[in-house]
């Protein structure tokens, strides 16, 4: 079992700028690990992913050159920093863990999800 916790959401004016943290504890953290996001009305999307080495990230072409993806495998530990933010990025924010390496888009990859965290960004 893996379990994800996400924080650092909040409260952010258009421009700004947040960074999302996502703890993992269980039997390993040496997975690919994917953010997620759903806003309201919405079904949840793909933002980025990253393999589990680091070494290759995946994003989504909204968040292209604004969002970056990192991982401290030695903390146990997934980021998502978020520059530039718009108002469209408001949503919540999901931590996601692939049991067998995938790091692509799909959210069928991904079987283990954090709670989330919420993002809001005003204009």
């Known amino acids: 079992q893996v379990q994800l916790v996400e924080s650092g959401g909040g409260l952010v004016q258009a421009g700004g700028s947040l960074r999302l943290s996502c703890a993992a504890s269980?039997?390993?953290?040496?997975?690919?690990m994917g953010w997620f996001r759903q806003a309201p009305g919405k079904e949840r999307g793909f933002v980025a992913s990253?393999?589990?080495?680091?070494?290759?990230?995946y994003y989504a072409d909204s968040v292209k050159g604004r969002f970056t993806i990192s991982r401290d495998n030695t903390s146990n530990t997934v980021y998502l920093r978020m520059n530039s933010l718009k108002s469209d990025d408001t949503a919540v924010y999901y931590c996601?863990?692939?049991?067998?390496?995938?790091?692509?888009?799909?959210?069928?990859?991904?079987?283990?999800w954090g709670q989330g965290t919420q993002v809001t960004v005003s204009s």
């Open positions: 996601a863990g692939s049991p067998v390496g995938y790091s692509g888009s799909s959210r069928s990859g991904y079987d283990y």
């Open positions: 269980g039997r390993t953290f040496r997975r690919a």
């Open positions: 990253s393999t589990r080495s680091g070494f290759a990230t």
